[in-house]
């Protein structure tokens, strides 16, 4: 089998910026104009210790008009500054903000067209964490600090450029105690802080993973008693983040010896202006200049190492969000049925990057990108409305040397309608996958129509093909919402068609609200057989060709059993039906039964008439 790339929890740190500027590239003229204004303001923040130095030798040289010209000047910086500072904020925060949503909509999208084969070698809590808590981080990060990081790096630029003007000599001194010191600090915090923020993140991702996976299984951990035995592992996994973090607090340590240095800079400034001022080589108004800027410079390296923990914890997110948008990308991209994103709503995606797809649920494939098929044509933009569906020589294993599918070939013509019995084990569900394309086969082609599933267009296969799960899955809202969960969103008229068609209006009749009821987050409990009509309804508003239902009657009451039955055979008309069943009286129905056994096809004697259709 191919190896399934997957994601790294700690991912490479190395030119984040420059990897994640693809994505920020439609937003250039905002970014620019912020850093503009940003620059500005700032360039008015450093000029203020010069104004007041300016103040000072006028007011020693007894210069009252010199002084209210200072004070004139102070003021309007002071407002200027203000002025340019808000208008920055206001356009940083808005492309900032432009871009995280773009982001996260980018991230859902390519989770939802992600091969099944990838989403099921990774944790869900893993990829949940990637896709909200650490873009929340993100945008966190540039409505708040963002701006504070440009003013800080801003300022240590324009402030060395001042003090150079001032005194060179004063400014060698500050540069030869401050900036050795100042590096050493950085630079130990750098070697310290990338490891530990990445493994707080991995913990992190880990921790909630663990937390998901109580609340998706605690009916079966409370009948087997499983509680304790989970509760041991949630603990262990606890207690790997709290180190996690502990690590994480003791790099940020280090950035606190930074004020060490500052206080030695500030020393040698005082001694040295003051010899200077003294001997009559510079003004006192200068020494002003150099330890009012000086001060502000501290504050804002004072400042800066309180962003730096901050802004490392931003580069592991955003690393990690790249490394899932990369593990991510399809080959190729396909035209999408909605209207593109406007650049203004969202970044650029890179070239490979997929269009904006229409929603889906497990009753249809998600979007995968168009793979180049060797020995087969290129498929067109529509195939037949029915159509045979071929198995050759498919070959599948999820793991090296265990194939779980040995050259299984198999024809199932047009309208023909098929039980699909076998172990368990025998690779049922695996065949399923691969007939409706959520799986591709290591070896061999399944084709529809003449077409190998994998050249044809996600909408044509997902108009063409739809499974019904065993586990028919509900989202918050009403019952007309979750049976509107198709390609294209049908009409109130449609789902109410529909809902007559398969004869399911007593049903949706006596649920409280009908199909205004809410189902969903503890809402509007329904069984399971109910739950499958769901996923019935949802096929009858697809009209595919072929109808793939897994273990649709397992453990349910025979009455919703022979209303599902019944809803079934009006589906059927001249649809293809392949139905992996269990239960006797639903194989009874059937006109054609195959066996898997081992991983191949074990022919009954010979197919087996339905009793009855009607």
């Not at 309180?306 to 399809?330: C, E, F, H, I, Y």
């Amino acid at each position: 089998m191919a190896e399934q790339p997957g994601l790294s929890e700690t991912p490479d740190q190395t030119a984040v910026p420059r990897r994640a500027w693809p994505y920020l590239r439609s937003e250039r003229r905002g970014i620019v104009l912020a850093l503009v204004s940003s620059a500005a303001a700032t360039a008015c923040t450093v000029a203020v210790p010069a104004v007041i130095g300016a103040g000072v030798d006028q007011l020693i040289e007894d210069d009252r008009d010199g002084l209210l010209t200072a004070a004139g000047v102070l003021v309007g910086l002071v407002v200027v500054r203000l002025v340019l500072f808000r208008q920055s904020e206001i356009w940083l925060t808005a492309v900032g903000e432009r871009v995280v949503r773009g982001l996260r909509e980018l991230a859902v999208r390519r989770l939802a067209q992600a091969p099944l084969r990838f989403l099921e070698a990774h944790r869900s809590g893993d990829l949940l964490r990637r896709t909200t808590t650490e873009i929340a981080d993100l945008a966190n990060f540039v409505r708040s600090q963002l701006p504070e990081v440009l003013a800080v790096l801003g300022y240590l630029l324009f402030t060395t450029v001042l003090l150079l003007s001032y005194s060179p000599l004063l400014t060698l001194a500050l540069l030869v105690v401050f900036v050795p010191g100042i590096v050493w600090v950085l630079r130990r915090f750098k070697r310290a802080a990338g490891p530990a923020f990445a493994a707080e993140a991995a913990a992190a991702g880990t921790v909630a993973a663990t937390y998901r996976e109580l609340v998706t299984a605690r009916e079966m951990l409370q009948t087997n008693n499983g509680v304790g035995g989970w509760r041991q592992r949630f603990l262990a996994d606890s207690e790997h983040r709290y180190q996690a973090a502990r690590r994480t607090q003791k790099s940020l340590f280090v950035i606190s010896l930074s004020r060490v240095v500052q206080g030695l800079t500030t020393v040698v400034l005082l001694l040295l202006g003051g010899w200077l001022a003294a001997d009559g080589r510079i003004s006192v108004g200068t020494v002003v200049v150099f330890i009012l800027a000086t001060r502000q410079l501290f504050d804002s390296a004072t400042q800066a190492s309180n962003l730096v923990g901050q802004l490392q914890l931003t580069k592991v997110g955003l690393a990690r969000l790249l490394d899932l948008l990369t593990m991510t990308t399809p080959h190729a991209t396909e035209p999408a049925p909605d209207a593109a994103p406007s650049e203004a709503a969202h970044p650029r995606e890179p070239t490979d990057a997929p269009p904006k797809r229409a929603p889906t649920d497990e009753a249809t494939p998600p979007d995968r990108p168009r793979q180049t098929v060797r020995g087969t044509a290129p498929a067109s933009s529509t195939t037949p409305e029915r159509g045979d569906l071929e198995v050759r020589d498919v070959r599948y294993s999820y793991v090296a040397d265990a194939e779980v599918l040995h050259g299984l070939s198999l024809s199932v013509p047009a309208g023909d309608r098929v039980a699909l019995i076998g172990p368990t084990g025998a690779g049922k569900t695996t065949l399923a996958k691969l007939i409706t394309g959520l799986y591709a086969p290591d070896a061999g082609s399944v084709s529809y129509a003449g077409v190998d599933l994998r050249a044809l267009p996600p909408g044509e296969l997902r108009r063409r093909i739809v499974l019904v799960p065993q586990r028919v899955h509900l989202i918050s809202g009403t019952l007309q919402d979750n049976l509107a969960l198709v390609p294209r969103r049908p009409t109130d008229d449609e789902v109410r068609q529909a809902v007559a068609r398969l004869d399911l209006e007593d049903w949706v009749a006596g649920l409280p609200d009908g199909l205004a009821t809410r189902l969903g987050g503890g809402e509007g409990r329904l069984s399971a057989g109910e739950v499958q009509l769901i996923g019935l309804v949802r096929a009858a508003l697809v009209d595919p060709a072929v109808l793939v239902l897994d273990e649709a009657t397992a453990d349910i009451d025979p009455r919703t059993a022979h209303k599902l039955e019944t809803a079934i055979d009006v589906l059927r008309t001249d649809r293809t039906l392949i139905v992996i069943a269990h239960r006797e009286t639903t194989i009874e129905r059937l006109p054609r039964v195959i066996r898997l056994e081992h991983g191949g096809l074990d022919p009954l004697p010979a197919p087996r008439i339905a009793r009855s259709w009607t």
